[in-house]
């Protein structure tokens, strides 16, 4: 179990796309698109542009802009949420 100090802080909905992106690189072996995201939360494309923006300034994930599926998690399993 991780400590409160070592736990990243991010907020619900935040952890909600980290726990996805974590979830569906185990199961395709491959990083989710922009477009899976959408169509997983329901949201429109600028929605989760904008969340994988944030994601990456704040250190929670790589990716190389342009290139597809590239998004890299750089957090550990036990550092994620649940996915609900």
């Known amino acids: 179990m991780t400590d409160r100090a070592t736990t990243p802080q991010y907020s619900d909905k935040q952890g909600q796309y980290l726990a996805f992106i974590y979830y569906y ?3 395709n072996r491959r990083a989710p698109s922009e477009a899976d995201m959408q ?12 969340m994988v ?32």
Do not use: N
Request: net charge positive.
């Open 25 to 27: 690189g185990k199961l």
């Open 39 to 50: 169509r997983y939360f329901e949201v429109t494309a600028p929605t989760v542009h904008q």
């Open 53 to 84: 923006l944030t994601l990456e300034r704040l250190g929670f994930i790589s990716r190389v802009p342009g290139a597809a599926r590239s998004i890299q998690l750089l957090l550990e399993a036990d550092q994620l949420p649940h996915l609900k």
